[in-house]
């Protein structure tokens, strides 16, 4: 359906349901397996069987799975192995008015040597988006150049040991080679948001890389998640924050990605959830958040990394509403690639800042986060998901289906 504006009868700024364009980019051949995989992953008894067997075969290095998940999930949701071999989903892009968002996905580590290598692989990212006008930020995990347990320890206010001491500054260099890097290439980070008893420790380390680089041009952002009861206030003091501090906040806004952990967790531990108690309390805090960062757009470069349409449509009428450029720095969408091509390249259609997340990295690393993908679009009602029509719907039009 065409989302309508409730304002009068002005036509709406961007259409959604126009399926030619989302999948403009797909073979026939390409649309089919597509369909094939959502249809798969639409299964939700199925996804839950695949998802432990999968990640039990990548553990054990049974024979050919790695082809196999390469040829298929791997496909649809990374860009490839290496940063080069991204280097045709950037172009391929680039060519639908797209920007790419390079996501190294491996899971969080334990290990010194991993942390190093996690900022290592970051900054060859941050290095090889310098040389691309089609790769404007690089995004990382925090919990992938630091101990759990340390971020934990932080937040939870125990004293510094000698060793723990010697380790968070460790961190602070690892994330500060990271955004002098960027800063120097004249590209942007975005660091992840996490588990909430670890985030705290995370806006802290962000909050200084943002006071240190983000004078000028907004380099650094952090993410905000929505879903939480107390996000959007804090949204609000990192702004007041940043005023008082005399530098720009970056702020990339999600709904958030722990929800039944979060939930799980105060159950287990008696504290009050810290997530709204339903869909619409996020959903409006979520679109108050929007509305805040584009009214301060001036002062807060803000990404609106969301796959719902009503929160996508609400931007681009704020957008349109104010009088601002559709490509001002400042006013980011960006959507998971191989997920809701219908808002990304309609938007990119409509002259809108838009990108995709594009995670690489070697297959069994990333395993982890295809699993999380393929749980995210099976349909526990078991009605289809919204991919899953939309490229049913493309199919139909093309006389496919």
Not at 31 to 37: E, Q, R, T
Not at 103 to 108: K, L, P, S, T
Not at 227 to 252: H, M, P
Not at 302 to 328: D, F, T
Request: net charge neutral; aromatic share 10%.
């Amino acid at each position: 359906m065409v989302l309508a504006i409730k304002e009068g009868r002005e036509q709406a700024v961007v259409d959604f349901s126009n399926t030619e364009a989302a999948f403009a980019a797909l073979s026939d051949a390409e649309l089919k397996k597509a369909a094939w995989l959502f249809g798969l992953m639409n299964k939700h008894w199925l996804v839950g069987i695949g998802s432990r067997l999968g990640l039990a075969a990548i553990r054990l290095h049974l024979p050919f799975v790695e082809s196999v998940v390469k040829s298929t999930i791997f496909e649809q949701f990374c860009g490839g192995t290496t940063l080069l071999e991204c280097q045709k989903t950037i172009d391929k892009l680039a060519g639908q008015g797209c920007l790419t968002i390079l996501d190294y996905g491996a899971e969080a580590k334990e290990r010194e040597e991993d942390f190093n290598h996690t900022m290592n692989e970051t900054i060859r990212a941050i290095e090889f988006a310098s040389r691309s006008e089609h790769i404007p930020v690089v995004s990382t995990k925090i919990t992938g150049m630091a101990r759990f347990g340390l971020l934990e320890a932080i937040q939870q206010g125990e004293s510094f040991t000698k060793e723990s001491r010697k380790e968070y500054k460790s961190v602070l260099k690892r994330l500060d080679s990271i955004c002098h890097v960027a800063a120097r290439r004249g590209a942007s980070v975005f660091f992840d948001a996490e588990e909430s008893w670890i985030q705290d420790s995370i806006d802290h380390l962000v909050t200084i890389m943002m006071r240190r680089y983000n004078r000028d041009k907004v380099v650094v952002y952090n993410t905000f998640q929505l879903y939480r009861k107390d996000r959007l206030q804090f949204l609000i003091d990192a702004f007041n924050q940043s005023r008082n501090g005399g530098y720009l906040l970056g702020a990339k806004l999600v709904r958030g990605a722990y929800m039944e952990k979060e939930r799980e967790r105060a159950e287990k531990m008696g504290y009050p959830s810290p997530i709204h108690p339903n869909k619409a309390a996020t959903d409006d805090a979520y679109d108050m958040a929007l509305r805040f960062c584009v009214d301060n757009y001036e002062y807060i470069a803000s990404c609106n990394a969301s796959h719902n349409q009503e929160s996508n449509l609400l931007q681009a009428e704020l957008i349109r509403r104010k009088g601002l450029p559709r490509n001002h720095p400042h006013l980011n969408f960006c959507q998971l690639y191989g997920m809701s091509d219908n808002i990304t390249f309609n938007l990119a259609r409509e002259g809108f800042n838009v990108a995709k997340y594009v995670p690489y990295g070697p297959v069994r690393e990333v395993v982890p986060y295809l699993i999380r993908r393929a749980q995210e679009n099976s349909s526990v009602t078991g009605d289809m998901s919204r991919e899953f029509q939309l490229v049913q719907n493309e199919m139909k039009r093309r006389g496919l289906a």
